[in-house]
């Protein structure tokens, strides 16, 4: 059973960065089918696709927050963390890690984290 965790400090001041990481478990994270990816909801709001990382390193992150996010992966420890700078309250929200299969060409979030609440205050 492939599992997800994300940790991180729950509070971060403005401007300063915002470091997430996610732990995995029961999944290669060199697989050709998974890619690992973050996902944040501010409070009220929808959720955004900020950006993942796939099996041999190459990222991609949303163009609205590309200036300030690095997406970045530790096979050995089997982690993937996020950084994302500058921040400023507007990036408070619920962060959560997930993993995207390739299931034969049909991509979809199989596996979710519980989400982290992060909180950007002075």
């Known amino acids: 059973q492939v599992r997800l965790q994300e940790s991180g400090p729950g509070l971060v001041k403005p401007s300063e960065t915002l470091s997430l990481t996610c732990t995995v478990s029961?999944?290669?994270?060199?697989?050709?089918?998974?890619?690992w990816t973050w996902i944040r909801q501010p409070p009220g709001k929808g959720l955004e696709w900020m950006g993942a990382i796939g099996s041999h390193g190459s990222t991609n992150y949303s163009p609205s927050l590309q200036s300030r996010t690095s997406i970045s992966k530790d096979t050995s420890r089997k982690q993937f963390s996020l950084q994302l700078s500058s921040v400023t309250p507007e990036d408070t929200a619920v962060y959560y890690c997930?993993?995207?299969?390739?299931?034969?060409?049909?991509?979809?979030?199989?596996?979710w984290g519980q989400g982290t609440l992060v909180t950007v205050s002075p």
């Open positions: 029961g999944a290669s994270m060199t697989a050709y089918d998974s890619t």
């Open positions: 997930a993993r995207m299969f390739n299931d034969y060409g049909l991509e979809y979030l199989d596996v």
